[in-house]
C-alpha cells in the first residue's frame, strides 16, 4: 500500500501543485498520512501531516514549498503509528525518500548504522533506507552508485523514490515487489499506478529488481545486475473515465447503483472460450477478501456444473503451508486491484512449483496479475473508488458464472436478464435505508446463508463491519446452532439470505431458531418465500431468480444495507479507517 508520485520540473512548472494532484489520485492507497519534499536552492525542504491529503494541502497554503524536483506520499501505516513524524517522505541530510512496501531485514540495518553514528528519527523501516543512502553518498560516491549499493542490502518489498539535494533535476527510483511506472510526457514522473503519472503519454513499468534514474527530459533504466538497459515503453491507453460522485453522496453509493451496467458490460466483453477447461481435473482459486468470496460462491458453481474439484484459498495462507498442488490443475487468480501481493506470490507460487495454467480476473487493466497470468479476464466495473469494494465484486462474479455454466444453454440465456434483476433490487434502495436503522445502532449483527450463500452472508458481513465498524459476521445458517447462536439477543440483528430454493425449508428452520432466541430478524427473500416465512420476522422482497444466479443478485441489498448503516453512524464510508483499496504488503 502507501502511494507514492514524483515529478522532475521544467522551469516555472510548480512542481509541488503537480506531485498533489498526482497523491490526490493515490489516496486510496492510503490515508494515515501525507508528505511531500522538493529540492529548492541545493537543500531539501518537506511538508508532513496526519491523516488525509487535504490536511498536507491546508499546511501548504499557510507554508508553500517550491523546487525543482518533488516527490510526495500517502502513508498506510506498518512500522510506527500514523504520526506526522513516520509520515514520508524521509530525510537524512542531503537527501529524501518515499517509500511503499516493507524493508524485512531494517532491524540489522538499524543497528549497523546506529553504530555509525546515524540518529533514528522515526518508527519507520524506511529510515534505514535514507540513512544508507546518506552513508554511501558520504563515502564519496555517487547518487547511482550509492542507490545501487543500497539495493544490495536492503531486503523484502519497496517501491522507492529519492531525490538528491546535489541534484536539482534527477529522481531516482526502483522496485522489488510494490509498483512502479515510469511516465514520459510534458514532465517526466514516476507513480505508484498509471493514473498518477497522467498526463503522460507513455509508460514504462519497472521490473522487479530494476532502477531508474529519471531526469528532465530522459530515464536511464538498469536491470537487477544493474546493467543498462532498454526499457519497453507502452502508449497509456486508459479509459479517463468519469470519476465525478455526481448526485451520490459517496462513490460507494454510486458504485453501488451502477451494477447492473457494470454487468451487463462484463456479460458482453468476456466470450468464455470453452476449450479452457479441456484437460483440468483440479481447479485452485486464489483470493483475499471480498474476491476470495467471490471464489468461494464460485466453488459451489464450479463443482455442480463443470463437475471439476475446486479449491478455495486465502492467498496469504496459500503459500506457507506446503499445499499440494497436483497435476492437471488450473489456477484463477481473483484480484479487483490485480496487485493484492498475496494473491499474486501465492500465484507465482503455483507457477514456481507446477506448471499449472494461470487464469486472472482483474478490474485494474495491465496490473501485476495480468504479466503472470497465461489469460486475463477483466471485469467490465470501471474505476471503483470507494474502498469497499461492490461493483468490482458482482463482475467477478458475473465472469466466474459465464465460465461456470457455459455449457448451459438455458443458463446463458437466463443470465441475460441478470443486469434487469439487479435494476429491480436497486429499486429497493429506499427500504433498505429504512432498515438501516433498525441496525445502526447495534454492537454486533449476524448474517445467515446456505449453499452459494454462505458466502454472500459473510460478504454482507464483511460490507458491514469494515465501513459502519459494527461487528458483523457471516455464518452457514445450518452452523450457527453449533456456537455463533449464543451471541443471538434481541438487540443482534440476523440477516438471513433464504430465496425459496431447494434449501428454502432448511434455512427457514434456522430461522425459526433464531427468532426463539431474538426478535430483530431480518430476511431477505423473494415472493415465494415470503409466503411461508413467520409473520414476525421482517421480509424484504428481491425479484425471482433463477437458484445460480442468486449470489450476484442478494449481495446488492447487503452492500446497501452497509452503506446506509455507516452513513447513519457518520463514519468515512469512502476511506473507512485503518484500510487502502490496494494491499501491496503481506
Ligand atoms: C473489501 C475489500 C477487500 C479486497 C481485498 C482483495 O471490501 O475490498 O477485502 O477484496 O483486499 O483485494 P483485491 O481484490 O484487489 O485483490
Known amino acids: 500500500m502507501c502511494g507514492i508520485a514524483g515529478v522532475v520540473g521544467k522551469s516555472n512548472d510548480d512542481v509541488v501543485k503537480k506531485v498533489i494532484e498526482r497523491l490526490e489520485k493515490l489516496e486510496y492507497r492510503g490515508y494515515d498520512s501525507a508528505g511531500v519534499a522538493v529540492v529548492s536552492n541545493g537543500q531539501i525542504e518537506r511538508l508532513r501531516a496526519v491523516g488525509k491529503l487535504r490536511n498536507l494541502k491546508a499546511k501548504l497554503e499557510q507554508n508553500p514549498l517550491s523546487g525543482s524536483v518533488g516527490i510526495g506520499h500517502t502513508r498506510w501505516a506498518t512500522h510506527g503509528k500514523p504520526t506526522e513524524n513516520n509520515a514520508h517522505p524521509i530525510v537524512s541530510e542531503n537527501l ?19 553504530k555509525d553514528g546515524f540518529i533514528f528519527e522515526t518508527e519507520t523501516d524506511t529510515e534505514v533506507i535514507a540513512h544508507l543512502l546518506q552513508r554511501e553518498i558520504n563515502r564519496g560516491l555517487s547518487s547511482r552508485k550509492s542507490f545501487e549499493n543500497v539495493l544490495k542490502v536492503i531486503e523484502g518489498s519497496y517501491a522507492i523514490a529519492a531525490i538528491f539535494s546535489s541534484l536539482p533535476n534527477t529522481i531516482i527510483a526502483a522496485r522489488q515487489k510494490s509498483p512502479l511506472a515510469v511516465g514520459f510526457g510534458d514532465n517526466m514522473c514516476v507513480g505508484s499506478d498509471v493514473s498518477s503519472i497522467l498526463p503522460c503519454s507513455e509508460v514504462v513499468y519497472l521490473e522487479d529488481g530494476e532502477y531508474v534514474e529519471i531526469t528532465e527530459d530522459n530515464a536511464l533504466f538498469f536491470n537487477k545486475n544493474f546493467q543498462q538497459v532498454k526499457p519497453k515503453k507502452q502508449k497509456i491507453s486508459i479509459d479517463l473515465e468519469n470519476t465525478d460522485k455526481g448526485e451520490y453522496s459517496h462513490y460507494m453509493l454510486k458504485e453501488i447503483m451502477e451494477q447492473s451496467s457494470t454487468i451487463r458490460k462484463t456479460i458482453l466483453h468476456n466470450k468464455i472460450d470453452k476449450n479452457i477447461f479441456e484437460g483440468v481435473s483440479r481447479i485452485l482459486i486464489l483470493a483475499c477478501g471480498t474476491s476470495h468470496h467471490a471464489g468461494m460462491v464460485a466453488k459451489y458453481w464450479f463443482e455442480k456444473f463443470l463437475k471439476i474439484p475446486t479449491d478455495v484459498e486465502i492467498a496469504s495462507e496459500y503459500r ?8 492437471n490443475v488450473l489456477a484463477i487468480a481473483i484480484t479487483q486491484s490485480g496487485e493484492t501481493i498475496d494473491t499474486l506470490e501465492a500465484t507465482e507460487y503455483v507457477r514456481r512449483y507446477n506448471n499449472s495454467k494461470v487464469v486472472a480476473i482483474a478490474n485494474v487493466k495491465n496490473s501485476a496479475i495480468s504479466r503472470i497470468s497465461d489469460v486475463t479476464f477483466y471485469t467490465e466495473a470501471g474505476i471503483e473508488i470507494g474502498v469497499a469494494s461492490t461493483k468490482a465484486f458482482t463482475a467477478q462474479l458475473t465472469i466466474l458464472a459465464e465460465l461456470a455454466f457455459h455449457n448451459y444453454d438455458f443458463l446463458t440465456r437466463e443470465f441475460q436478464n441478470l443486469p434487469t434483476l439487479c435494476e429491480e433490487t436497486l429499486d429497493l434502495q429506499n427500504e433498505i435505508k429504512d ?25 454482507g458481513a464483511l460490507k458491514l463491519k469494515e465501513i459502519s465498524y459494527i461487528h458483523a459476521e457471516g455464518f452457514a445458517a445450518g ?12 438487540d443482534t440483528p440476523v440477516i438471513c439470505l433464504c430465496p425459496h430454493n431447494e434449501l428454502f425449508e432448511k434455512t427457514s428452520s434456522n430461522i425459526q431458531v433464531a427468532l426463539a432466541r ?18 414476525e420476522t421482517t421480509k424484504i422482497v428481491l425479484p425471482k431468480i433463477p437458484e445460480e444466479f442468486a449470489p450476484i443478485l442478494y449481495v446488492i441489498p447487503l452492500q446497501l444495507l452497509a452503506y446506509y448503516a455507516a452513513s447513519l453512524r457518520g463514519t468515512d464510508v469512502d476511506k473507512p479507517r485503518n484500510l487502502a483499496k490496494s494491499v501491496t504488503v503481506e
Do not use: W
Not at 320 to 327: H, Q
Open 96 to 114: 529524501a525518500i518515499v517509500h511503499n512496501g516493507i524493508i524485512e531485514n531494517y532491524k540489522e540495518l538499524k543497528f549497523e548504522l546506529q
Open 479 to 490: 452452523e450457527m446452532k453449533h456456537g455463533p447462536i449464543a451471541l443471538i439477543d434481541d
Open 435 to 459: 432498515l438501516a436503522k433498525r441496525i445502526c445502532s447495534a454492537s454486533s449483527a449476524i448474517y445467515l446463508g446456505r449453499g452459494s450463500l454462505y458466502p454472500i452472508a459473510m460478504e
Open 518 to 535: 431474538g426478535k430483530n430478524v431480518i430476511i431477505f427473500t423473494d415472493s415465494d418465500g415470503s409466503k411461508f416465512l413467520p409473520p
Open 320 to 327: 506457507y503451508r506446503s499445499p499440494i498442488i497436483g497435476e
